[in-house]
């Protein structure tokens, strides 16, 4: 919990939300494909990793069956919390491919236009699907933000949660001060 001064007395506390939405409700342009014994990841799917005989058995498979713009494996570091990224990680042991996340050519190209999916537009997707992650791995990892706003009295004010990264530059919490709120948060950063 993170404690900074606003204007007239006033607080705003922020801390760990309990009651974060999975990002993969959302609307999201990727669709996650996982496979884990004791956690349920991703998105509902109908591939089942028995039917493959290796991970790149699958990408085929799922490059194929949905027509993949883009692809990228997911891994999972699983070591006293979760973690996830599209990279790998560098512990054997307690990490590993866990699937993939991809778009569909028709998907990508209903979103962005055009009548191919060229280099430039595989750029994008790369980009945007990495973000994807980056986001579902603050929720499972537990990087996901609320706060409170407390008057002179230290009486509840405002709230909101729901922000995603600790970065309280980045993640939207400042836009819910005052310019002149967020001038002094920041001098205490």
């Avoid at 409700?25 to 956690?39: A, Q, S």
């Amino acid at each position: 919990m993170e404690t900074f001064d606003l204007r007239n007395g006033r607080k705003l506390v922020v801390e760990h939300s309990d009651f974060a939405e999975s990002p993969r409700e959302w609307d999201n342009l990727g669709t996650m494909v996982c496979f884990h014994r004791r956690y349920d990841l991703g998105d509902k799917h109908n591939y089942n990793h028995n039917d493959y005989d290796s991970w790149e058995e699958m990408e085929r498979a799922i490059i194929k069956n949905e027509n993949v713009a883009v692809i990228l494996p997911l891994y999972l570091y699983d070591h006293s919390g979760i973690t996830m990224n599209t990279t790998g990680f560098s512990c054997g042991w307690d990490s590993g491919q866990v699937g993939f996340i991809f778009i569909s050519k028709q998907k990508a190209l209903q979103e962005y236009g055009g009548k191919k999916v060229g280099k430039k537009l595989k750029e994008r997707l790369v980009t945007y699907l990495t973000d994807e992650v980056e986001t579902y791995d603050q929720y499972i990892s537990g990087d996901v933000y609320q706060f409170e706003i407390l008057d002179e009295n230290g009486e509840f004010e405002d709230s909101c949660g729901g922000f995603y990264g600790s970065d309280i530059t980045k993640n939207g919490i400042l836009d819910y001060v005052s310019s002149e709120d967020r001038e002094l948060v920041l001098e205490q950063i």
